[in-house]
């Protein structure tokens, strides 16, 4: 169930601008990112959900956050709307002029709102990836202090057919439409949506926005409150019997979980602990868009890390450097269409590794994973290649990620001595959906949807939510 609620938003005049007190989410924002956000504006909420609090000073970052909330709220820098509603969320590609990107571009409509929580064992939420417990203490904590939902998580559900019995939670979250995108330009060709995305859709077409804000990554945000009794019910009725994949957010809904279950131990009943902030998008109108996660590694040479894996890839040398990267990624794409395939290159140096041996594969993979998850190009990548070949635990110590960019990657890995840049290509929507629904997580970092919902244009506290 997603239920309305009162959002609580920047007063535009009251600001410099939307794009300027709102982020990326928290766990996308590098350092030298997080510093401009914070120079963009006094108000920008990068200072609610990662505070800074000075060494040596009493109190905490926690506490400061919250102290911050209040204020903006006491000076009406945030103001909570008059009555409750689901919000339609709108991201679209734009030009430099702020005119919309041609055809084709990213569009994506889907709706903010309060999600009633359910265990995982339930089968009505679905992780794909695991969650440390480092993060999810970090965002209970945020929680517990501020008493609101700072940023939504990012859920998929397929809107195409009713919820069918004997599945938990309604109809299985499988991807709409014939295709999905992989990181490239065009998504694929959308299912026949379900009530919600039909309503989501009028609302767009016909009704003036709430807000609109232009970002520095080239996307419209706009929002629409929906607080009609009778569209409200028919979205209650159409989400009710469904699964949702969990896209961007898995710390953020332990958490949630973390802290319904903390409540209900000390005694309190029903609650706002029992809802969180969630964007849910019917993949049947809005086919996902998935980027890649590229591996960056300290201390391995390219042409040791190409030896390394003659002893079960097929390795040609390519030209390297930065230069003749879009060759490279050319030939990768080609590649991985046959099976797992990464590009290894740093220093000048480039190598296509290809064709797996079957065997080594095999007995790298753990025995109690499923063959879908066996044959995923990330699992091949990490048991296979990082951890059997070159000796190395893939963890956030020894492998670095770099979403999306893989010159980026290149650069990394040349910054440091010796480095590698592992260059992959994306999971298939269909492959996380389908180790999702088997109850498995896809290997670490292996997934990056997107356009993330921005933060900061509406904010639920437990107070209004």
Partial sequence: MLAPFRGVRYAEDRVSGLAEVTSPPYDVIALDKEDQLMAADPHNVVRLILPRHPAGQPGGKYRDAACALRQWQEEGILVADPVPALYVYEQVSVGEDASLAPSGSLIQRGLIGALLLAPLDAGIVLPHEDVAPGPVRGRRQLMEATQANLEPIFLLYDGSSPG???????????PGGAATSDGAATPGVAATPGVAAAIVEQTAAWREPLVEAHTTDGLRHRLWAITDVTELAAIAADLSPRQALIADGHHRYAAYLDLQNRRHQAGDGPGPWDLGLALMVDSAAYPPWIGAIHRVIPGL??????????????????????????????????????????????????????????????????????????????SVLQELLIERLWGIKDNERSVRVVHHDAAAALSAADRVPGGTAVICRPLSAADVYAVAAQGERVPRKSTSFRPKPRTGLVVRTFAQG
């Fill in 164 to 174: 069918a019995a004997g599945a938990p939670g309604g109809g299985a979250a499988i």
């Fill in 301 to 378: 040479a390219p042409q040791q890390a190409a030896e390394l894996a003659r002893a079960a890839f097929c390795v040609r040398a390519l030209e390297g450097g930065a230069a003749s990267l879009p060759a490279a990624l050319d030939e990768l794409t080609l590649a991985a269409e046959k099976g797992p395939a990464f590009l290894v290159a740093g220093g000048g140096h480039a190598y296509l590794l290809t064709d797996p041996d079957p065997a080594q594969a095999a007995a790298a993979m753990p025995p109690e994973r499923s063959a879908r998850w066996r044959g995923l190009a990330a």
